[in-house]
T-cell receptor, first 115, second 113 residues
């Protein structure tokens, strides 16, 4: 149980285009999902907290107009990187938890390369 | 806000030896402390966690200890094996609410046969 998937697993795009990443909880309902960014050999940096049916809460320094998050259902959250630039190239990972459970289950990550 | 410091950044041990990774946190209200293992290019996997009402927790070769007074917690791996080689992250969060995790910088553990 507690399986989280992400799609796509990797994406290459041209500078200026937008990229959508999906995060799904496959066998449980996720009231809260989190989006992280991880640069090579660095830690996971929380970008935003996403709650079903409400606006995402962004961490300081994360541009909400650039990283659009939509938590449309209890099993799906999407992250859209708008007008992507090479500096946005990174490993994006989502996680999910349910109800009062404290354990965050992570997706497999999406590797984004912006040329 | 919460800040988590993790040491060492790299750790090299011989197979069969023990490995210890230490973390300190700044927010005394934090009460949930998970440890994650991440292999290259893969997702972080929860290996053990501890809550503030417990001082120690064990799961086979892995143990975690918590000192609330000093605000630090440690991961202990005994009888290390080459497959234990990975990056280990500690984290801290406040229970309830959004359960936001703040991660340490990570420790790259290498276990040599």
């Amino acid at each position: 149980g507690a399986v989280v998937s992400q799609h796509p697993s990797w994406v290459i795009c041209k500078s200026g285009t937008s990229v959508k990443i999906e995060c799904r909880s496959l066998d449980f309902q996720a009231t809260t999902m989190f989006w992280y960014r991880q640069f090579p050999k660095q830690s996971l940096m929380l970008m935003a907290t996403s709650n079903e049916g409400s606006k995402a809460t962004y961490e300081q320094g994360v541009e909400k107009d650039k990283f659009l998050i939509n938590h449309a259902s209890l099993t799906l959250s999407t992250l859209t990187v708008t007008s992507a630039h090479p500096e946005d190239s990174s490993f994006y990972i989502c996680s999910a938890l349910t109800g009062r459970q404290e354990t965050q289950y992570f997706g497999p990550g999406t590797r984004l390369l912006v040329l | 806000g919460e800040n988590v410091e993790q040491h060492p950044s790299t750790l090299s041990v011989q197979e069969g030896d023990s490995a210890v990774i230490k973390c300190t946190y700044s927010d005394s209200a934090s009460n949930y402390f998970p440890w994650y293992k991440q292999e290259l290019g893969k997702r972080p996997q929860l290996i053990i966690d501890i809550r503030s009402n417990v001082g120690e927790k064990k799961d086979q070769r892995i143990a975690v200890t918590l000192n609330k007074t000093a605000k630090h917690f440690s991961l202990h791996i005994t009888e290390t094996q080459p497959e234990d080689s990975a990056v280990y992250f500690c984290a801290a969060s406040l229970s309830g609410g959004y359960n936001k995790l703040i991660f340490g910088a990570g420790t790259r553990l290498a276990v040599h046969p």
